[in-house]
């Protein structure tokens, strides 16, 4: 499995409130290959299942930004959360 800290590390440092990523750039900011799952939808909404953990999509609400793939099927949209809507971390810091 991929350790997504790296991608949840670059979308922290970023100061837009949209930016799009390639599949390509994605993989080289994790050092690694994307499963076949990331070309559906669904794998990367950060906002369907919330219940269900995965690793990419708690990188990105951790980076505070929500993921969507986008229609071309090859990129991401990273669209920044309001900032009272931010979860907590589990540990509870706040």
Same mark, same amino acid.
């Given at each position: 499995? #991929?350790? =997504?800290?790296? @991608?949840?590390? =670059? &979308?922290?440092?970023?100061? @837009?409130? %949209?930016?799009? &990523? !390639?599949?390509?750039?994605? %993989?080289? $900011? $994790? +050092?690694?290959?994307?499963?076949? /799952?990331?070309?559906? /939808? !669904?794998?990367? +909404? !950060? &906002?369907? *299942?919330?219940?269900?953990?995965?690793?990419?999509? %708690?990188?990105? &609400?951790? /980076?505070? =930004?929500? /993921?969507?793939?986008?229609? +071309?099927? #090859? *990129?991401?949209?990273?669209?920044?959360?309001?900032? #009272?809507?931010?979860?907590?971390?589990? +540990?509870?810091?706040?």
């Amino acid at each position: 499995m #991929n350790d =997504y800290g790296p @991608l949840r590390d =670059y &979308l922290k440092k970023q100061t @837009l409130t %949209e930016l799009v &990523l !390639s599949f390509e750039e994605i %993989e080289a $900011i $994790i +050092d690694a290959p994307l499963p076949r /799952a990331a070309q559906r /939808a !669904s794998w990367w +909404d !950060s &906002l369907r *299942s919330p219940q269900e953990k995965m690793p990419q999509r %708690e990188a990105c &609400l951790e /980076a505070g =930004y929500v /993921a969507t793939r986008q229609a +071309d099927g #090859n *990129s991401v949209k990273f669209k920044r959360l309001p900032r #009272n809507t931010r979860r907590p971390r589990e +540990d509870g810091d706040l």
